[in-house]
Nanobody, 118 residues
Framework: QVQLVESGGGLVQPGGSLRLSCVAS????????LGWFRQTPENEREFLAG????????YYNNSVKGRFTISRDNAKNTVYLQMNRLKPEDTAVYYC???????????WGQGTQVTVSS
């Protein structure tokens, strides 16, 4: 069974940075495309970024393009989301998932809370 465990969230001031991690188990990690999403209580879960199985050109939602960077380490079964120039509107619970394009394909993990506030 696939398990996804996100970490790295926290409280950060506007303009700051965080790096999120997601460790996946129960699958041959290198064979799958991975993505990051976020959700607030007011909004549906939003796709942010995706990266193909072999780390080919990543793709981003325009809302985070230029500020967030997705990467992966297949040896560690881990996908990362580097978040820079954070804004209060980036406050959300962040999740990773296996994706087809922008569509998640597996059950969600517990997510990691990111709060951007002064």
């Amino acid at each position: 069974q696939v398990q996804l465990v996100e970490s790295g969230g926290g409280l950060v001031q506007p303009g700051g940075s965080l790096r999120l991690s997601c460790v996946a188990s129960g699958l041959t990690f290198a064979n799958y495309n991975l993505g990051w999403f976020r959700q607030t209580p007011e909004n549906e879960r939003e796709f942010l970024a995706g990266i193909a199985a072999f780390g080919e050109v990543p793709y981003y939602n325009n809302s985070v393009k230029g500020r967030f960077t997705i990467s992966r380490d297949n040896a560690k079964n881990t996908v990362y989301l580097q978040m820079n120039r954070l804004k209060p509107e980036d406050t959300a619970v962040y999740y990773c998932n296996i994706v087809r394009g922008h569509t998640p394909t597996h059950s969600w993990g517990q997510g990691t809370q990111v709060t951007v506030s002064s």
